[in-house]
Structures are given as structure tokens and as C-alpha cells.
């Protein structure tokens, strides 16, 4: 492609606030963090939203999570019980996407469920 800049890519677009929250909320479930730093982490993007005035994305951050909680749990159902790894590793990705959820709930003045 001689002559032409940047190899024909278009050009990088800047991911909007609420994806790059759940990008790395998945980056963080995927690498095994604990579920309470997980919460904080939420916690945090939040808090930077409300002081920048796009508090409205909580509600729409809360529902992709509250989504990834049921579609994980999901997920628990279909594993194989004699599958320890897995069964672990499931609890936990279940767990820390559940701190992240109540995270988001607790902001948006929902009450966790118990």
C-alpha cells in the first residue's frame, strides 16, 4: 500500500466512558482480582463520573452489570460440578462481577440484593 498513511486503518475512535468501564471491570474479573477491590474500582469510575457531570451512565452501568451477574451465573449452572478449577474460577468471576454490580447499586440508591 505505498503512498498511503496509517496502512488504510481508520483512524482510532475514543471508546465512551461507560465501555471503557466495562472493559475494565472484565479486565480485572479476567485477571482474578478479589471482588472488593473490584467494588472500589467501581466505585471510583463512578465518583469520577459524578464530579464530571455524567453521573445519567450509572443507571446504563448498572444494567450491563446486573446482564454480566445473571449471564455468569448462568454460566455456574452448565459447569461441570467435578470440574474443581473451573467451579473456582466461576465463583469467583461471579463474585467480583457481584461487587461490581452492588458497586453501581449502592450508587445509583438501589438496595443490594441480599
Known amino acids: 500500500m505505498a503512498g498511503k498513511k496509517g496502512g488504510g ?7 465512551s466512558p461507560l465501555n471503557e468501564a466495562l472493559r475494565r471491570v472484565q479486565e480485572m474479573v479476567g485477571r482474578g ?3 472488593a477491590r ?3 474500582e467501581v ?3 463512578v465518583a469520577g463520573w459524578r464530579a464530571e457531570g455524567q453521573g445519567d451512565l450509572v ?6 452489570l446486573q446482564a454480566g451477574v445473571e ?6 449452572a452448565e459447569l ?8 473456582r474460577a466461576g465463583e469467583n468471576a461471579l463474585a467480583a462481577l457481584t461487587a461490581a454490580r452492588d458497586a453501581a447499586r449502592q450508587d445509583a440508591g438501589v438496595p443490594a440484593l441480599g
Open 9 to 15: 486503518r481508520p483512524p482510532a475512535r475514543a471508546a
Open 33 to 35: 482480582f478479589v471482588p
Open 38 to 40: 473490584v467494588g472500589r
Open 43 to 45: 466505585e471510583g469510575i
Open 59 to 64: 443507571e446504563e452501568l448498572l444494567e450491563q
Open 71 to 76: 449471564a455468569a451465573s448462568d454460566s455456574m
Open 80 to 87: 461441570d460440578p467435578d470440574s474443581k478449577a473451573a467451579m
